[in-house]
């Protein structure tokens, strides 16, 4: 069984070890483009990548820091690497350890 998913670029993506990946902004920009918000119960089709990007400008907009943007921009970053727009308990809570290093590998390399 192999142990890695393909990304929209055809790289190979190692959900246990992340950093095994180079990190390929245009994967991610097409992943979450085509991952529905709210397992897709909407009236319409809403992308993360809409949601992301949608609140990331506003918050510009509304006078606060590039910092706080970049964070909200990235908050769904992890849901195109297998585990699709979770409830806010299943994603950041305690016992969810891979999600949580995807997180983090994702947040230190598009920090940069």
Known sequence: MK???QTATAQQYYPFQP???KPDVDA????????????GACKFPYSV?????GGAIKMLEDGLDNATA?????HDAAEPFGFGDLPAPIKYGDDVPLIGRLFVWLH????K
């Open 3 to 5: 142990s890695w998913i």
């Open 19 to 21: 950093w095994r990946t």
């Open 28 to 39: 991610l920009a097409h992943q979450l483009a085509q991952t529905n918000r709210y397992s």
């Open 108 to 111: 230190q390399r598009f920090e």
């Open 70 to 74: 970049f964070a909200f921009l990235m």
């Open 49 to 53: 990548a809409q949601h992301s990007y």
